[in-house]
Each structure stands twice: as structure tokens, then as C-alpha cells.
């Protein structure tokens, strides 16, 4: 695994505002990362990260979502074009 990601998992152990979920869709986003080979700009659909991190409502996947942007994980730039891909920016 790249230094880049396991840099990122260390930062998650230590913080300790970050439940069992944000974990799973921070592994999610890591997952879709490594899939795509990068490791700043992710192509992210609500969908893939739900189905990847095993958050089943949509409530549910909002809240940790944008629990992870607040916290500074991330910066999300959402795409309302079906031609455009949604992406978050990891920090």
C-alpha cells in the first residue's frame, strides 16, 4: 500500500472524533483511490461509497459524509451533469 494512504490511517487512529463508520467510508474512498491510482482527486459516486462501506441509508451516509468534510478529510466538489463525475479532493 502506498505511504500516502497509510499516512491517512494513521491520522484516522489518533482522531478520536471518528466512529466505526466515517472509518468504513474513509476505506471507501481509499479503496476507489487505489482503484483509480490516485491519491488527491477521487472520483466518488454516492452509490460506490454506500455499496463499499456498508452505510445503508441515505440519512446515514450524509451525515458521516459531510461529518468527514467538516473535520478536514476532504473537500467535496459535487457535479449536478450526468457527463461530469462528482470527486472529493483529499487533505
Known amino acids: 500500500?502506498?505511504?500516502?494512504?497509510?499516512?491517512?490511517?494513521?491520522?484516522f487512529s489518533s482522531d478520536e472524533r471518528?466512529?466505526?463508520v466515517h472509518i468504513a467510508l474513509m476505506t471507501a474512498?481509499?479503496?476507489?483511490?487505489?482503484?483509480?491510482?490516485k491519491k488527491k482527486k477521487i472520483f466518488v459516486s454516492r452509490s460506490r461509497l454506500m455499496k463499499y462501506s456498508h452505510i445503508k441509508t441515505h440519512p446515514t451516509y450524509h451525515k458521516y459524509?459531510?461529518?468527514?468534510?467538516?473535520?478536514?478529510?476532504?473537500?467535496?466538489?459535487?457535479?449536478?451533469?450526468?457527463?461530469?463525475?462528482s470527486y472529493v479532493m483529499i487533505k
Open 18 to 20: 471518528l466512529t466505526s
Open 65 to 85: 459524509f459531510k461529518e468527514l468534510q467538516e473535520f478536514g478529510y476532504f473537500k467535496y466538489t459535487p457535479s449536478y451533469h450526468p457527463g461530469v463525475k
Open 29 to 37: 474512498i481509499i479503496y476507489l483511490g487505489l482503484h483509480q491510482k
Open 1 to 11: 500500500m502506498n505511504e500516502h494512504w497509510v499516512n491517512l490511517l494513521k491520522k
